[in-house]
């Protein structure tokens, strides 16, 4: 039984005949209104098909022509329309001629980091972009830029994108392990396991956004801290259903939070200005004008007459930890006396 959404299987199937040839560079790749008589899917469902083919490097439009396979190795096909076929093809002749050796080498060089390419290596680079570029920068294209390689040669060792991230986030976790020493109490434990995956997403700010609680990707290392979590909290009186809330709620609030590296992240890259600088550069005016009104903004205003208060997010973190520890040990004290509702 096929597996995956259509826009999935439909993208599956066009990157395998890309990839073994049977649509070579140049060629013409199914349209939209195709896609929908082929395989009987909605519109948008044929635009996702051929927006995620683009993305990943491996077709490209041509105005007058249509969605192209693009270049394979080398970069020596292009694509060209019936009538206007040899014209395009004397433009590479003639570009070949011009690069000479130095097209061959390049050529060379590319053939040769193929053949050194392997998951490992893909992974590695992909984490590399992700980590100076940010997320959205991560395509196919763009790791296969990275490495001197071919966008289609990534394929024959991930998948495609999906698969990339899953490893990705395997790979970060994987780098960061738990203690082998297990902590000596549930709360240490807890705590133990938050402050490593905080670390891990201060030092990835992409990961945070690629975690999901309600559609969780088989990353083997990311489901060791769960499995810790849990481990911690056996035998002080829960329900299992209460363990793996538990758990899964604080892991939650700490890929909520750190949600936030990227975003501010992206945000100095805009701004040029750290958080601390952007605030500095506020207009107190302005500020004092939005919060002039003490009878509607009575709490904004006290806070703005009293000491200043830490609102950066390892502030946040470390209150919001302390308080939800403080929850669960609540609930096992209360299960403990017998006055939990059950």
């Not at 990835?204 to 801290?225: E, G, I, K, N, Q």
Request: hydrophobic share 45%; proline share 4%; charged share 25%.
């Amino acid at each position: 039984m096929e597996s995956g959404t259509p826009s999935e299987r439909i993208t599956a199937e066009l990157r395998r005949r890309i990839t073994t040839g049977e649509l070579k560079p140049g060629a013409r790749v199914p349209s939209t209104r195709r896609i929908m008589q082929e395989w009987g899917v909605a519109m948008a469902t044929a635009t996702k098909v051929l927006n995620r083919l683009r993305e990943d490097g491996l077709v490209r439009a041509v105005p007058g022509v249509g969605t192209v396979v693009a270049a394979g190795p080398g970069g020596s096909a292009v694509p060209t329309s019936a009538a206007g076929g040899a014209v395009a093809a004397g433009r590479a002749a003639g570009a070949a001629g011009t690069t000479g050796a130095a097209g061959a080498a390049g050529a060379r060089r590319g053939r040769g980091g193929e053949r050194e390419l392997g998951r490992e290596r893909i992974v590695a680079a992909a984490v590399g972009v992700a980590d100076r570029e940010g997320l959205a920068a991560l395509s196919m294209r763009r790791v296969a830029t990275e490495l001197g390689v071919a966008t289609m040669s990534l394929y024959r060792h991930v998948p495609g994108k999906d698969e990339l991230l899953r490893l990705m986030m395997d790979r970060v976790f994987g780098e960061h392990p738990l203690p082998a020493e297990r902590a000596s109490d549930w709360r240490a434990g807890l705590e133990e396991v938050s402050r490593l995956q905080w670390r891990i997403y201060r030092l990835h700010p992409w990961l945070a956004s690629t975690m999901s609680f309600t559609r969780p990707v088989l990353a083997p290392d990311a489901a060791l801290h769960t499995e810790r979590a849990m481990g911690a909290l056996v035998g002080v009186g829960l329900t299992g259903e209460e363990v793996a809330q538990a758990a899964v709620t604080l892991a939650a609030f700490t890929c909520g939070l750190a949600v936030h590296f990227e975003r501010e992240a992206q945000a100095e890259q805009d701004s040029g200005m750290s958080a601390d600088e952007w605030m500095d550069r506020l207009d107190d005016e302005d500020h004092d004008r939005l919060m002039a009104d003490p009878e509607r903004f009575p709490m904004f205003d006290a806070l703005n007459r009293g000491p200043e208060i830490d609102m950066s997010l390892e502030a946040l973190f470390e209150f919001g930890l302390a308080r939800m520890l403080d929850g669960v040990g609540a609930l096992i004290a209360a299960r403990g006396s017998g006055t939990a509702d059950g």
